[in-house]
């Protein structure tokens, strides 16, 4: 058999499976509890490993080590701020959210549970928060689609276009009848993958280039090399500070940011069976972010030497990844691998497409709509899903950037419209409706503003100013209308009381 044949069984093999614990995620799907949130009985290496895969999709197998493979360790700011964040995330937001939302009316969405925190009358605050989910996660859930498509382009020689139907096609089908629960299920198996990839490619290439000092010296002669032909352009791959402005590091560390505001990552601590259990799911999680992180970052540095000393250069560098392992590795093991990549892409789009089905259906429908039976909402959730996953595709056809910046804009706006708020509502009483609602939309606008300016976005992150602007205005807001409620007041002391 040829070697491609045999990635492509590992791939079919990886393929079934997933499809496989769709179904019987299926099989445990009864009402819209089970479907948008299993429950709430995940355990805490479930939900921290869902989190995990679900977070960093093919940014971390193909974004990160291509962002280091061209310019070095300074892109390493990300993962360093992404890491920072997820800890402080688990640590401080996810014992006090999972109790927060049971108590105000067992919330099973980020929209309802503002809703419900505030006892907001006006609906206002539910459907401004679900829609701005469906417009940041269409363009996110379409980077993975991008990524699915240039994974089977670069690898198999296929045309962009199938490997992104392909990809897209298998996901929207566990995630369509699996729900939450298939969706957390398939990203425990999809994180392990990815775990054994990012240890495996960097530590085979390294023992194959003989060790630190030729892989160190290959690197600074690839770096003098470039720099002979571009003098105004100098690398230094193995700094972390070389080429970074002040700005352009806290520009890459402010990603940590983000992890307050994301719904996809925090709805897992909502999973939870309690709140006693984020203790574990953060060791858990954080474990595994450290040493996938690493292993991207590696992968990408110890790229530049291998390709240099083998006179070869990348097309594409966000595919430093799937070329070693196509290169280092026996064709099947090699399949095993590029599947991780592909498990880095799918985890993330499930998560989001069961985020996107909860917005439209639970938090614009109900609100609209009048009550139907829980199976109803169950094949509306089906349909939500099917309707986010098409639209995603015709913006995956001819995508406007590279799979970082498609990730990086929709990062950034739900770090800015939901961070500050989340925070506030769990660590502030005084926070109000109409500041939580002035927040959300401040910052959601500063991002698509800034984000698309040219020199603005060159210059800061919009996370940053965005972040910054959501906080000013809902203090601001709250504080010049303040509201006094005995209910939101008594849950939450019941929440405090609960995560003491």
Known sequence: MSDQTFQLIAIGIYFAAMLAIGYYAYRQTTDINDYMLAGRKLKPGVAALSAGASDMSGWLLMGLPGAIYVAGLVEAWIAIGLTIGAYLNWKFVAPRLRSYTEVANNS???????????????????IVAGLIILVFFTFYVSSGMVAGGIFFESSFDSTYLFGMFLVAGITLTYTLFGGFLGA???????????L?????????????????????????????AHNAVNPDDELNRTSLLFGGSVLAIISAAAWGLGYFGQPHIIVRFMALRSSADAKAGRRIGISWMVITSIGAIVTGLIGVGYFFTEDATLANPETVFLRLSQILFHPFIAGLVLAAVLAAIMSTISSQLIVCSSALVEDIYRVFGKEVSSKRLVLLGR????????????????????????????????GAAFGPIILLSLFWRKLTAAGALAGMVTGAAVVGIWGNVGDLSATMYEIVPGFVACAIAAVAVSLMKPAHDDEIQEEYSQMEAAVR
């Open 108 to 126: 099973i969405t980020i929209p309802s549970f503002l809703e419900n925190r505030f006892k907001d009358r006006t609906r206002l605050l539910r």
């Open 196 to 224: 054994a990839a990012l240890i495996a490619v960097p530590v085979t290439t390294f023992i194959v280039m003989g060790g630190w000092g030729d892989v160190i010296g290959a690197i600074d002669a690839a770096d003098a």
């Open 383 to 414: 349909l939500a899903v099917l309707t986010v996953a098409v639209i995603a595709m015709l913006i995956a056809i001819d995508p406007g950037g590279t799979i970082l910046e498609l990730v990086g804009f929709a990062w950034a706006g739900f």
């Open 184 to 194: 957390s299920l398939t990203d425990v198996a999809q994180g392990l993958l990815m």
